[in-house]
């Protein structure tokens, strides 16, 4: 009799759910899901849907709800998606860095739908559990702290193939596309049950340039004069960069790693942000390509889409390219979603986070949500129906980082005009303010001006997270994993570690970086 009275009460939730969202329950919603890699949240809205052609993300937002302020939780692809599927900020997971992530058998929201009935898909770039990614990768996140300075990823560059009529530049990912269209059409439309999919593209990202050898990291942006030519030249700008005396020293460290320490020319900057901007509208295509399955097999119509990205990135913009980074660039990322019982053409301002979508898939699909999640459901902000009881959105976003390229973890707090970044301790590396409604391009520093609104944010910073205790552990665990790996290569360790990917910089006296790495482990320095 309990069993029975629990499956009514279930089913009654399920049925007042779909009412609202205009579907009945036996026509559930299905949910795709698309994430892009390394694509700016930015180019989604004015002005920065100017500087290219997004055919496909002006449909979705049109026919849908953008999020004008959705940002990673951790501005690098691991740790991001792994915050995205767990709906948990990467403290909670101590999802640190690219190689240390969510365990194999982590609860995700794909799960959470399949044990409630949903057939379940996933395709394409996954990359949210541990073990993944390069050595280099990894050995650059255990030494952060350790105080040398060795240029770590390949000099950003161009590369430009084809010719006008080359459409498919990044094949890879047109593949899982075209994968995931033919399940859409030949497998999604003879289920009995709802489905939820999910495809994971490379695009954006940087492509490995292959001239630096098989350690490289991706520094290359490659593109077609078709691609190209779907970028207005003329709005693509060259960023200001501070001096380097005036840049704050995390921020200095992270452009020398990424090799942007050099001269570069206006032009060279420019190519690389249109590059980057024509990368973008590939994967616009892609996305396009997915929709229009869904369209072409009368599933548009209890279908819910959403696209985002684990981070964006900075495109030369602080002397920097890649992520790992909270400049806007490198953080704010997009978030459409479009469907049944969805606003069309509205767009929210509030900040939200990729721990949100967690919630807010369950909440689609008539799923009561788990305990322990760090977001909340974004559906009562989209919903066509008004006065929907949820639990109200905070208003704030957190996001951290504790990857390569930073020698200090990282915590970011954004509520209204304000954007607040503190390091480490909260003591030994000087904390950074930013007023995104008076300073958008994030070149004045004010933390020394408003000490009041800093001591507040912080206050409330540390509500979320006690980050000097997360910042120690991520220390020791850095500590820890260096010795294990060293202990394991023996006596092939200098030849290893010299020949990662700051060969060219670490070769120049090997020694003495050894040196410095040997007294960071006796904690001398």
């Not at 930015?42 to 997004?54: D, I, Y």
């Not at 990467?90 to 959470?112: E, F, G, R, S």
């Not at 500590?479 to 290569?489: A, P, R, T, V, Y």
Request: with cysteine; glycine share 6%; net charge neutral.
């Amino acid at each position: 009799m309990h069993i029975f009275s629990v499956l009514v009460t279930l089913m009654l939730h399920i049925n007042a759910h779909c009412m609202i969202l205009n579907v009945t329950s036996q026509d559930r919603l299905n949910i795709v899901m698309i994430m892009a890699d390394a694509f700016d949240g930015r180019l989604s809205f004015h002005p920065g849907n100017k500087v290219v052609q997004l055919p496909y993300i002006n449909y979705m937002r049109g026919m849908g709800s953008v999020f004008l302020n959705c940002y990673t939780n951790s501005p690098i692809c691991c740790p991001s998606r792994a915050a995205m599927w767990s709906g948990q900020f990467v403290h909670l997971t101590q999802a640190w860095n690219n190689y240390k992530c969510l365990d194999p058998n982590a609860t995700t929201w794909m799960d959470q739908l399949q044990k409630r009935g949903y057939h379940t898909h996933a395709m394409g770039k996954l990359d949210y559990t541990s073990g993944g990614h390069s050595v280099s990768n990894r050995v650059e996140a255990w030494t952060r702290d350790v105080p040398f300075l060795l240029r770590q990823e390949g000099r950003p560059v161009t590369d430009l193939v084809g010719d006008m009529s080359t459409k498919r530049v990044m094949t890879k990912d047109w593949n899982i596309t075209d994968a995931a269209a033919h399940w859409i059409k030949h497998t999604a439309t003879s289920l009995s049950k709802p489905f939820a999919l999910y495809l994971g593209l490379n695009l954006p990202h940087p492509y490995r340039t292959d001239s630096l050898g098989p350690t490289a990291g991706g520094s290359t942006f490659r593109t077609s004069p078709y691609w190209l030519d779907k970028v207005s030249y003329e709005q693509v700008t060259v960023p200001k960069w501070l001096k380097f005396e005036d840049m704050h020293p995390v921020d200095y460290y992270s452009t020398f790693t990424k090799n942007c320490s050099s001269n570069f020319t206006d032009q060279e900057i420019r190519n690389i942000r249109a590059f980057y901007y024509a990368m973008c509208a590939e994967t616009d295509s892609m996305i396009g390509e997915v929709i229009a399955a869904i369209r072409d097999t009368g599933l548009l119509n209890s279908t819910v889409i959403m696209f985002t990205s684990d981070h964006g990135d900075l495109a030369m913009e602080h002397r920097q390219f890649y992520k790992m980074s909270m400049f806007e660039g490198s953080a704010h990322v997009p978030f459409f979603i479009m469907g049944p019982g969805i606003k069309s053409g509205f767009e929210v301002s509030l900040p939200v986070s990729l721990v949100d979508i967690y919630p807010t898939v369950l909440d689609l699909a008539g799923v009561s949500k788990p305990g322990g999640l760090s977001g909340h459901s974004l559906v009562p902000l989209v919903s066509v129906v008004s006065g929907r009881s949820a639990e109200a959105h905070p208003g704030w976003v957190f996001s951290e980082y504790h990857g390569c390229n930073a020698n200090a973890s990282t915590y970011m707090l954004r509520i209204a005009e304000w954007k607040y970044i503190t390091y480490s301790d909260g003591l030994t590396v000087p904390p950074q303010l930013f007023n995104l409604s008076k300073d958008e391009s994030e070149l004045r520093n004010v933390a020394a001006l408003f000490p009041d609104v800093c001591q507040n944010l912080d206050k409330q910073l540390r509500v979320i997270v006690d980050y000097p205790t997360v910042s120690k552990a991520v220390q020791q665990y850095n500590k820890q994993q260096f010795l294990d790996w060293m202990q394991s290569l023996e006596e092939h360790y200098s030849q290893v570690i010299s020949n990662l990917r700051w060969h060219a910089d670490w070769q120049k006296d090997g020694k003495f970086n050894e040196k410095k790495i040997e007294k960071w482990l006796a904690g001398l320095e």
